[in-house]
């Protein structure tokens, strides 16, 4: 089983156990194409786009060694950022930025409240697609499932900011999430909820 901890700090090694729970998660034949991305430094890749607000959200708190950029086709095309980040001699997955393209339009960018102690978080931003999205209870509830912003990873607790956003992009829209992977089997796996990030994605498309 794989828990998302690693004994290498290697991404030569890491990668492929990674690029295999991404693969069985998506139900993908064939292996997934992904990137390994260092720190700040390299091109104005989306990857380095994805990696500039993880540093907002994780601040100081998580050494990342690099990133792991994963384009998906199927079953729809989106992208996944994974954090390795440092842990003892080895290295766990942190956090998860998920992204989508989204074919209905947005007029505005729309994001996630925090967390409420009571309730759920609502969208706020652009009244007329938040209204649409706000009366749809389904989604309200699995957004705020996925858009987790603590949980456990290598036998360590890692908190985030929450971030979860609709902005317009060229003709339709685009949705990133953040999330953190989450424990199964008593902690003898982990899930990166990939197929939840999807069918949100198709949620929030067929409500807009």
Not at 73 to 85: F, T, Y
């Amino acid at each position: 089983m794989n828990n998302l901890a690693y004994n290498s700090q290697d991404a030569a090694t890491v990668g492929p156990k990674v690029e295999e729970k991404v693969r069985e998660e998506i139900g993908a034949g064939v292996p997934v194409a992904y990137t390994v991305e260092q720190g700040n430094a390299g091109p104005a890749t989306f990857g380095a786009f994805l990696h500039s607000i993880s540093t907002q959200l994780v601040g100081g708190a998580e050494e990342t060694l690099f990133y792991l950029n994963f384009d998906i086709e199927q079953p729809r095309c989106a992208h996944l950022q994974v954090s390795l980040n440092r842990q003892g001699v080895g290295c766990h997955v942190g956090l998860l930025l998920y992204s989508a393209p989204l074919a209905r339009p947005v007029a505005g960018e729309i994001y996630l409240e925090d967390p409420k102690m009571l309730g759920k978080s609502k969208f706020i931003g652009d009244a007329a697609a938040c209204a649409k999205l706000n009366a749809n209870g389904d989604l309200l509830k699995h957004v705020n499932d996925l858009a987790r912003v603590e949980s456990q990873a290598g036998g360590q607790t890692i908190k985030i900011k929450r971030y979860c956003r609709i902005v317009p992009h060229e003709n339709g829209a685009s949705l990133v999430l953040a999330t953190l992977s989450r424990p199964t089997k008593m902690g003898f796996s982990a899930t990166l909820d990939a197929q939840a990030f999807f069918d949100i994605a198709n949620m929030i498309e067929k409500t807009l």
